[in-house]
């Protein structure tokens, strides 16, 4: 980025750990354009209306060569957003997602990339839990479950199956989806 990121507060004290939360998405964002100028940062808590509650507004305006984009959460009625870290998150991810359709608009060649294919055969099958797990010829493991499996059928699939899955990176290891026997 080549100006500083700004972070203003309206209507609330300055929160270290919310400029700190904002500062790592600002940082998140450039994964979607890596030629951003500047990123300034708008967090209003606005005063009690009625019975609506404290709906945190967050305004994010971003300038990048061409283009400037405008983020906010201000119209919306959203009660998620009384939590200020959910109302952070949604005007963060919407603002990735304005860059990434800008930096697809200046370089139409630029491909989302897709995750890989896999191609293997059922490995373990825990047919009555509905899970099991694909082998592929290099010897690595994929999870996967019942609802993984796009066609064919789940009483129909048995161990040694050759498959075709897309493969997925997670929390607990490499899992499949989109799984297909072949």
Known sequence: MQIEPQISFHGMDPSPAVEAKARERIGELEQFHDRIISCHVKIEAPHRHGHHG?????SIDIHVPGAEIAVSNAHELNHAHEDIYVALRDSFD????????VARRMDPHRVKPHPPIGHGSVARLM??????FIETPDGREFFFDRDSLTAGEWDKLTPGAPVRFTEREG???????????V
Request: proline share 7%; hydrophobic share 35%.
């Open 94 to 101: 919407a603002a990735g997602r304005r860059l990434e359709d």
């Open 127 to 132: 047919v009555e839990d509905g899970y099991g």
């Open 54 to 58: 404290k709906i945190y507004r967050v």
């Open 171 to 181: 929390d607990k290891g490499p899992f499949a989806t989109a799984v297909k026997p």
